[in-house]
């Protein structure tokens, strides 16, 4: 059985990794555009967004925060050389004035490049990192930096990761826990706060709702049209089973 610190140690791994062999040497690499520092991780992408689901952090965010003023999309040029089409609607938006825009696009390029070594790995890895946001910007990375992983992003927009997840954050399907710790535990509830299901990993699911089965390697659950909530703890990120879950 996999563990989360395992998948969270391996995008360390490959971060240094990178951080040695510097970025992809495809010509479409931030060097080309005269890149010269990374620059802090862009936002977490991931689908607790939706709806009213909460990641185990805590609950919804207390409101919006202040964002320094970004750069015109008109004024985004790099020291050196020029920027692909593709390399300038990633940066649209997301170049803080005073910084660098090569330094921004490096960090999107890192993020594609973990996804390339994530995905060699195992798949199902990668999405999870998506899902849980250790691996962050990883959705305007992959629509304009690296198309070839978007399936990734799409499929990840469909998964949960840890916490409780209610309202038009719930979809009814089949899912599969990725690298869930011994602790792992989940509940659906329904109306009224009826528990339709439940169960840990290791074990059948409880309850008269959706059944749940484990394996050595994977708990699944099935979460029905009349659940209101789910949630779940220490399962680290949940995908579906099949493209619809």
């Given at each position: 059985?996999?563990?989360?610190?395992?998948?969270?140690?391996?995008?360390?791994?490959?971060?240094?990794?990178?951080?040695?062999?510097?970025?992809?040497?495809?010509?479409?690499?931030?060097?080309?555009?005269?890149?010269?520092?990374?620059?802090?991780?862009g936002?977490?992408?991931g689908?607790?967004?939706?709806?009213?689901?909460?990641?185990?952090?805590?609950?919804?965010?207390?409101?919006?925060?202040?964002?320094?003023?970004?750069?015109?999309?008109?004024?985004?040029?790099?020291?050196?050389?020029?920027?692909?089409?593709?390399?300038?609607?990633?940066?649209?938006?997301?170049?803080?004035?005073?910084?660098?825009?090569?330094?921004?696009?490096?960090?999107?390029?890192?993020?594609?490049?973990?996804?390339?070594?994530?995905?060699?790995?195992?798949?199902?890895?990668?999405v999870?990192?998506?899902?849980?946001?250790?691996?962050?910007?990883?959705?305007?990375?992959?629509?304009?930096?690296?198309?070839?992983?978007?399936?990734?992003?799409?499929?990840?927009?469909?998964?949960?990761?840890?916490?409780?997840?209610?309202?038009?954050?719930?979809?009814?399907?089949?899912?599969?826990?990725?690298?869930?710790?011994?602790?792992?535990?989940?509940?659906?509830?329904?109306?009224?706060?009826?528990?339709?299901?439940?169960?840990?990993?290791?074990?059948?699911?409880?309850?008269?709702?959706?059944?749940?089965?484990?394996?050595?390697e994977?708990?699944r659950?099935?979460?029905?049209?009349?659940?209101?909530?789910?949630?779940?703890?220490?399962?680290?990120?949940?995908?579906?089973?099949?493209?619809?879950?």
């Open positions: 059985m996999r563990h989360p610190f395992l998948a969270g140690a391996a995008v360390v791994v490959m971060t240094a990794a990178l951080a040695a062999c510097g970025s992809s040497a495809d010509g479409n690499g931030p060097e080309a555009a005269g890149a010269r520092s990374p620059a802090a991780s936002p977490v992408a689908p607790s967004a939706e709806g009213t689901s909460t990641g185990p952090a805590g609950g919804p965010s207390a409101g919006p925060t202040s964002e320094p003023p970004k750069v015109p999309a008109d004024r985004i040029t790099p020291a050196t050389g020029s920027f692909t089409k593709k390399q300038k609607e990633y940066l649209v938006d997301r170049v803080p004035v005073g910084m660098d825009p090569a330094a921004v696009l490096q960090t999107g390029q890192e993020t594609c490049d973990r996804l390339g070594y994530l995905v060699k790995a195992d798949r199902d890895t990668a999870a990192a998506i899902v849980t946001g250790e691996i962050a910007g990883a959705k305007p990375a992959v629509s304009h930096l690296c198309t070839q992983h978007r399936e990734l992003a799409v499929e990840a927009a469909l998964g949960y990761p840890d916490g409780t997840h209610t309202g038009k954050g719930l979809r009814p399907g089949r899912y599969r826990a990725v690298s869930p710790t011994p602790d792992c535990s989940w509940q659906i509830t329904g109306a009224g706060g009826k528990v339709l299901g439940s169960g840990t990993s290791g074990s059948r699911s409880s309850g008269s709702g959706p059944s749940g089965a484990a394996s050595a994977r708990t659950i099935t979460v029905p049209e009349a659940a209101r909530a789910f949630t779940s703890t220490g399962c680290y990120a949940w995908l579906p089973e099949g493209k619809a879950g």
